[in-house]
């Protein structure tokens, strides 16, 4: 790589490690183009020549995020694979510490209108944390289903339901209550699947 090329790349990082930070700072919603420019000190045109627009820049955020997870689960995993039921344990934990260690993100990864989870036009890094959560899962499994990917959308929706009415205040005795609860929901769907 040259050193135009690397300058673009490294470019290209700092612009979204600014993005993060805004975000971090006042929130997703409060990421303007103009606040990313004056975050490195460019212009904003110089923003549009990596991102067509804000929307494109959130994207990006969403699949970094996305990537961060499913490094939290695979490590989850392989730290945690006595058993099946140890394994998805850790990994519904490491979900969700992530979600609060990197609550903004978190918020950017399920907040944007426009992207279709389940489908073709899924981004990679979701469909790689669908597919290991589904891998933990089906290991647990000792029932016949006609529709594991339903079971993974169950399991997935209770837990980032739980995780949203914790980070919006909405559960009762806070997260330290929430947590003890995702425990419980692991070991009912575990029960379930027999």
Request: aromatic residues 10%; contains cysteine; charged residues 30%.
């Amino acid at each position: 790589m040259n050193r135009r090329e690397r300058h673009k790349q490294e470019l290209r990082q700092r612009i979204i490690a600014a993005t993060k930070e805004i975000a971090d700072r006042d929130g997703w919603k409060g990421i303007t183009i103009r606040k990313v420019a004056e975050q490195i000190e460019y212009s904003p045109p110089t923003i549009y020549e990596y991102f067509e627009n804000k929307d494109a820049l959130l994207f990006q955020l969403l699949k970094d995020g996305f990537h961060l997870l499913y490094l939290d689960l695979a490590k989850a995993k392989a730290e945690n694979n006595e058993t099946p039921q140890q394994t998805l344990y850790a990994m519904a934990k490491a979900y969700w510490a992530f979600a609060f260690r990197e609550r903004e993100l978190y918020e950017i990864m399920h907040g944007l209108a426009g992207i279709s989870f389940g489908t073709q036009n899924t981004p990679e890094e979701p469909v790689r944390v669908f597919f290991i959560l589904r891998d933990a899962i089906e290991a647990c499994m000792n029932v016949e289903t006609k529709d594991l990917d339903g079971e993974v959308d169950l399991f997935w929706s209770n837990l980032h339901g739980m995780i949203s009415l914790t980070i919006q205040g909405r559960m009762k005795g806070g997260q330290e209550r929430a947590e003890m609860l995702i425990d419980r929901m692991v070991e009912l769907y575990v029960k379930a699947w027999g």
